[in-house]
């Protein structure tokens, strides 16, 4: 009997507890029926969010697309620095090619920008006085103004040009040494910036750009361009005619390497590529003290021309600097012609540079232990011999300092490992790295439509 109850007993626990477990079962299924709904909605609004993030990529797009298209579109001669070669009433008009289809590929895409080539008229080289000139100013090719020293001279506070005594200090280059401060050293007007009579020769534009450019420095102006570090105290020259006539005698004025972006002035340097019989290059890695592209990969051989050097005496002087190379192994280098192309910064500026381009082969170092580089001047951290393939993967992993990529894109080309067969852009990249920056449309130094 007893037996009865402890069985009863226990059948009356199982039935309990398959009562709770139903219950715990219906509310789990009513749990994962609610989640599902939650997750159905969850889903439906990644959707929504996924379409607003595209509608508003689109938006973007055209925002972008109607604000470059503004900027094109606006007046293409103010602020540029030009010839005053115009007759009264009329006003230049640079017709240079649109940067939009030109510039360095090594992303793949041409930079954009609205600063087209200014009008030129050469001031006849360092001695030249403007007495041959028909017109009273002093004229010349300042090529491509930065955009944003155009917005600075636009501004209402900053167009003081036209007021050399009401000028702030730093449009004042000469106030120390010039008691005659009505003599404004530039003359504005709507559609260009040209020096005044009083500028005539080498020595009045170099310190012009002197004091000018040292007093933006000291009060802050473009800190991220001329300011700190950033300054190098090296003197580049500055050539009427950028392609032409590139000799110590032939330039109009000299100015501090750094302050060349602000103006897009041409800049020139020297690249080698010293390689191997082998068929391996040398290539050496920034030191991460540098002040501009630490630590990226560079040429073998690479640096600025400063005022007063030749190409190959610049060379010559790179070599031992940066590699510890004498001067009887530099000067085997051999000439193999120029890379030229826009450098377009992380503003979208545009800075127009020309590189001398060198090759120079040695014995592999298995041989001729007097063809190692070696670092001296603390500006390279190390060399390494690496072979064409190791040295492709490091362009596309974008481990080269950007002008050093293009100086190697010219030199596969030239040895034949990037080919018509195995490049479809072949002619692209060829003619992107061989530029004229527009002054193929002023031959002789003149605007030759406003001329006609």
């Not at 503004?70 to 009433?89: D, F, H, I, K």
């Not at 030109?102 to 920008?113: K, Q």
């Not at 080289?125 to 930065?146: F, H, I, K, P, W």
């Not at 120390?176 to 007007?189: G, H, I, L, Q, R």
Request: net charge negative.
């Amino acid at each position: 009997m007893k037996e009865k109850q402890v069985l009863e007993t226990e059948v009356g626990v199982l039935r309990d507890a398959e009562a709770a477990l139903k219950e715990d079962k219906l509310e789990a299924s009513t749990r994962a029926t609610v989640m599902e709904k939650q997750l159905e909605e969850l889903r439906s609004r990644e959707a929504q969010l996924k379409s607003s993030v595209k509608t508003l990529r689109e938006e973007l797009r055209k925002v972008q697309s109607s604000a470059a298209l503004l900027e094109r579109q606006r007046n293409p001669g103010v602020g540029y620095w030009a010839a005053n070669g115009s007759t009264s009433g009329s006003s230049s008009r640079p017709v240079g090619t649109p940067s939009s289809e030109r510039g360095p590929i090594l992303n793949g895409s041409a930079p954009s920008s609205p600063v087209p080539p200014a009008e030129v008229a050469p001031p006849g080289g360092r001695g030249s006085t403007g007495s041959d000139q028909s017109s009273t100013e002093e004229a010349v090719n300042l090529e491509y103004l930065r955009n944003v020293i155009l917005q600075f001279l636009e501004n209402e506070k900053m167009r003081l040009l036209r007021d050399y005594n009401s000028a702030p200090d730093h449009w004042k280059p000469n106030a120390e040494k010039n008691s005659a401060v009505d003599a404004t050293p530039f003359v504005v007007t709507p559609s260009k910036v040209f020096f005044s009579s009083s500028i005539t020769t080498f020595e009045d534009r170099t310190a012009l750009f002197k004091h000018l450019c040292e007093k933006w420095r000291d009060t802050g102006l473009f800190p991220d361009i001329i300011g700190g570090r950033l300054w190098r105290s090296e003197l580049y020259p500055i050539y009427p005619l950028a392609m032409r006539d590139n000799t110590v005698e032939g330039a109009a004025f000299v100015m501090e390497r750094v302050c060349c972006a602000l103006f897009g002035f041409v800049t020139y340097g020297v690249h080698m590529t010293m390689y191997t019989e082998d068929g391996r290059i040398w290539v050496p890695r920034r030191a991460k003290t540098k002040q501009t592209w630490p630590g990226l990969l560079d040429n073998s051989v690479a640096g600025g021309i400063p005022y007063g050097l030749k190409p190959m005496e610049s060379l010559v002087k790179e070599c031992m600097e940066e590699a510890s190379l004498p001067e009887e192994i530099a000067r085997n280098a051999k000439t193999v012609g120029c890379a030229s192309y826009f450098y377009q910064t992380r503003k979208r500026w545009l800075q127009p540079e020309v590189e001398y381009v060198y090759d120079l082969c040695v014995p592999p170092p298995e041989v001729g232990s007097q063809y190692i580089p070696k670092p001296l001047d603390g500006e390279v951290e190390s060399f390494e011999l690496m072979t064409v393939q190791e040295v492709i993967q490091h362009m596309r992993s974008e481990e080269f300092k950007p002008n050093c990529a293009i100086v190697l894109l010219d030199f596969l080309i030239r040895h034949g490992h990037i080919t018509p067969e195995n490049e479809p852009n072949y002619i692209e990249i060829l003619t992107r790295i061989h530029m004229r920056f527009g002054f193929e449309r002023y031959p002789n130094g003149v605007n030759i439509s406003s001329a006609q």
